[in-house]
């Protein structure tokens, strides 16, 4: 099968949608699969990275004047969408006969999937929000307890519907690290806490130097270490170095990792954004301070929140304080901390990617 993958990431968006979707394309190529992705060249984007994991791309120009528009989908697509499904068109030539079309991008809806159909034989989107209409065969949302019910009136009817955090689309090592990491927290109890901060790959708020602020606040009993992870686009990375050099607290800062899991199921506790991200942390059993910093990160919160899962936080003047705060009631309180990762632990068996992947191959 011929695959091809329509992603973009950003500065502004982020590093998630591709993130997830090359977890995607590595399984459908260890499945024979040959694989295509289609990227338009925004500042921060990975398609140098795309390239490195050994698939193929087209890449997609941009000029900042492509965004004079001013349309609601410019700030996912870099442009119009007529500008977007023309240069799409034109992309797929170069793709040869494509089975199936994966697209994951907010800017893209129904009537770019329409004038794209004639073209493939097969679309998938993957979404999180439910709050446009599609055209397509699959429709991939990993939130928390999605139901049916939220995308019965925006698919149609022949459009199969994976919803939930069983199809999470969580790379191997994270179902690979899940046992280490059950271990791990039946056996924590407080001392020499390791700390995870991760605030997304491009943080471009600077979550991350409020988290620090926070740390640097709490009377630490024990010693205790945190590492920082961020991506090679993040605005910030150097100011977060310096700040971790003045520390009083054994800091290390990291960027680009590639073992993730294993980062996650050696930490007691992580401080991050929402996203996929968060079914990571749950599959590991990770208790989690999650901050959220975009709109399409409340549901996600809201009921992970609900459950016990997390302990939710927003931007705000007083959030280097509730940091401080959430980080104390979760480490310093061994009963609430072993409540919150045996919650975490139901949510997700980090099995999702094979799900999807047998999905897209039966339904060829």
């Not at 991008?105 to 034989?121: E, P, Q, S, T």
């Not at 996650?264 to 992580?270: E, F, G, I, P, V």
Request: glycine residues 6%; hydrophobic residues 40%; proline residues 2%.
């Amino acid at each position: 099968m011929n695959i091809v993958f329509r992603v973009d990431a950003s500065t502004a968006m982020g590093s998630g949608h591709v993130m997830r979707t090359l977890t995607l394309a590595d399984a459908l190529k260890n499945r024979d699969c040959s694989t295509f992705f289609i990227c338009r060249e925004l500042d921060g984007n990975l398609i140098s990275y795309i390239k490195k994991r050994g698939h193929r791309i087209v890449s997609l120009q941009y000029s900042p004047d492509m965004h004079a528009t001013g349309a609601s989908e410019c700030n996912w697509l870099g442009g119009s969408l007529e500008c977007d499904r023309d240069d799409t068109l034109k992309a797929l030539d170069v793709c040869g006969t494509v089975d199936w079309l994966v697209v994951d991008n907010y800017g893209i809806d129904l009537r770019w999937h329409k004038a794209i159909r004639g073209r493939v034989d097969n679309i998938m989107v993957i979404d999180d929000l439910a709050d446009r209409n599609y055209d397509c065969d699959i429709l991939l949302d990993q939130t928390f307890e999605r139901d049916k019910s939220d995308y019965i009136q925006l698919v149609p009817d022949m459009c199969r519907c994976l919803l939930g955090t069983d199809y999470a689309l969580l790379r191997p090592q994270f179902k690979e690290w899940r046992e280490e990491a059950l271990v791990r927290r039946k056996t924590f109890f407080g001392r020499h806490p390791r700390i995870l901060v991760s605030m997304g790959g491009t943080d471009p708020n600077n979550l991350t130097s409020v988290v620090l602020s926070a740390l640097q606040k709490i009377a630490w009993g024990e010693p205790v270490s945190i590492e920082v992870v961020l991506g090679q686009h993040a605005p910030h990375l150097n100011s977060v170095k310096e700040q971790a050099k003045r520390s009083i607290l054994e800091i290390k800062v990291y960027q680009n990792i590639y073992n993730m899991a294993e980062i996650m199921s050696c930490t007691d506790l992580a401080i991050g954004t929402g996203g996929t991200t968060s079914w990571e942390r749950c599959c590991l059993a990770l208790p989690t301070v999650l901050v959220v910093d975009a709109e399409n990160q409340e549901l996600i919160s809201k009921k992970l929140s609900r459950v016990g899962a997390i302990t939710a936080l927003h931007q705000s003047e007083s959030l280097e304080e509730e940091v401080k705060t959430a980080v104390e009631d979760i480490l310093f309180n061994h009963e609430h901390y072993s409540r919150m990762s045996r919650k975490a632990a139901t949510i997700c068996d980090g099995c999702g990617v094979s799900r999807v992947v047998d999905m897209v191959c039966e339904n060829v």
